[in-house]
Structures are given as structure tokens and as C-alpha cells.
């Protein structure tokens, strides 16, 4: 990591730092209350700018509640090409952006903007949370199982998106799955209890299954007949269109993951696919995790999908 050891102050408030490569940094302010932060922003991967707007915004909010924290306030990161684009567009951008804000509860209270060379917009979020309730990414338990919260296939679809491929229904699936609001299983997740959880980005199902079993001291085992996935995406993937970043992450993992001998390449690619504003990925207890699939689906979460279990070893087993 480019932050490994660079020498700077140690405070003993900071409950969570990049070292465990969590999702937010975490602060204690007070006995009951920590503040969790997070910054996040990206170029443009579809056209509409209201849509990226809102893509970018959702994907943002996505650290604090992997961390089981409730956001309350938000700086906005714009930068725009002002030689080249209408302010209109830059105003639908944040006009995006908002209306995720609005759907959360919360205010882009500023920020700051560049002329930049081409689009980039995020949003810097901060959330709350009692010290003793901060979800980790590292903190899984023998046996718990892994639940998604989010079908996966953004990736293949954005690079579809890119190349025309994509249908009208394909996009509006791909639109939908990308500014839905991980508010909803966050929220579930807290009135069940979990051990542990993260957010699927760019690293896909199996980077991201690995970071939390190598933090937990544990070996994730993944279900590759059960994952969900974003309909069509399967077909693109199979077609061949993948971003870069699939092929990075398989090598990345290629030296802790042990493939069972009916896991296929296709299989592979869709465990590896990167998602931007992707789902949850939540550590539960076999004896809670059958209410947190239901409550999932009944206070309309995208899915909750059972995708693998924490057992004694190490790395990744994919079967």
C-alpha cells in the first residue's frame, strides 16, 4: 500500500486506520460516539450526468454503512473540464448527487471543484457510530455464513455499457443496481446482529472475501452455483467483455485461492467482476442468518443471497 510505512502522528483515538484495509477510518470523540469518514469519487461510467451523479453518491455511502455506521453529513468532490462541458452539466452532476443526500436524510453541507480535464465526482461522507457497534472487515467467526446483498455483473455491464451492448432493460438493471442505497441492509444487518462486513468495489466477490477471511484468521469458502447475478451479465461475460480490472484481481488472488475442480473460467470472472456501488458483504452466525435473508428481502434489498461460510484455514476455497 503507497501509505505503508510513512512516518507520521500516532493517535490513540483512531479506532480503525488503513492498516486493516477497512472500509472508513474511524475516530472516537466521545465515550459513546465515534466519527466514521470516507472519500470516494470516480470518472463517469455512463453517459447521463444526473445518473453518474447519483451512481457516485450511492457508491460513497457505501463505506460508512459497511462500517455499521448512520451517515450524517457530506462534502461533495467535482472535478469538471470547464473548456469543454456547459456548466449544466456539471450542475446535473450534483443535482444527482443530491438526490441520493435527500434519500439518505442528509446535506451536501460543501465542497470543492476543479477544472479538471474530464469528470470526476464523489462525495466525502461522514457517519456516527457508538464505539462498541463498529462493524469490521476482519472480525468474522468460525462457521458464520457469508450473505451479498447486491447481485454481481456491474462491471461487465458498465464495460458493456461503454461498447453500446447493453439493452434497455439491461441498462435500467444496471442503473437501478448501482444508485440502490445500501441504507436498507445496513440497517436490517444492525437489527439482526453480524460479525463482521465490508462492501464489494472494485476487487469483486473474491478479492474482497479474501481481505475479510485473511483478517479473521480464517478461510473463506465460496459457492459459485450460488451466486446472484445481474441477468445478462453471465452472457457478457461469456462473450468477453470484462473490465482490466477482472484479470488484476484474479492474479492478485491466484496465490490464496484453490478452485474445486467443476468451478469454470466464466465462474471465475463473475467472482472476480470489480462493482462500483456494489452490495454488502455480511459475516452472520448460522443461527441468525436465515432471519437476515428474510428481513433482506422483506424490507426490499436488492437480494440476500448466501454465497459462503467461514471455516478453520486459510485463504480461499471456491467450489
Known sequence: MILNNLQGVVDPRILVG???????????????IAVVQTLDF???????????????????????????????????????PTKKLSNEVAREIMIGGTEICRKVGIQIAGGHSIDDTEPKFGLSVTGIVHPD??????????????VLTKPLGIGAMGSANKKGLLSSSQYRD???????????PAKVARSIGINAATDVTGFGLLGHSLEMAMGSGLQIELWSQKLPVIEGARDLIQNGVRPGATGRTLRYVEGSTIYGDEV??????????????????????????????????EEGALCGAVVGQFKTGIGVRVQ
Open 264 to 297: 469454470t473460467e466464466l465462474d471465475k470472472a463473475v467472482l472476480a467482476d470489480p462493482q462500483t456501488s456494489g452490495g454488502l458483504l455480511l459475516a452472520v452466525s448460522p443461527n441468525k442468518v436465515d432471519d437476515l435473508c428474510q428481513r433482506l428481502l
Open 174 to 184: 444496471f442503473v437501478t443496481t448501482t444508485t440502490f442505497v445500501n441504507e436498507i
Open 133 to 146: 457497534d463498529i462493524w469490521k472487515n476482519s472480525t468474522a467467526q468460525e462457521g458464520d455464513y457469508l
Open 42 to 80: 470516480f470518472m463517469p461510467i455512463v453517459d447521463d450526468p444526473k445518473t453518474f451523479g447519483m451512481i457516485a453518491a450511492a457508491n460513497a455511502f457505501s463505506d460508512v454503512y459497511a462500517m455499521g455506521a448512520h451517515p450524517v453529513m457530506a462534502l461533495a468532490i467535482l472535478g469538471f
Open 18 to 32: 488503513f492498516e486493516t484495509g477497512d472500509d472508513a477510518a474511524v475516530i472516537q470523540v466521545r465515550d459513546d
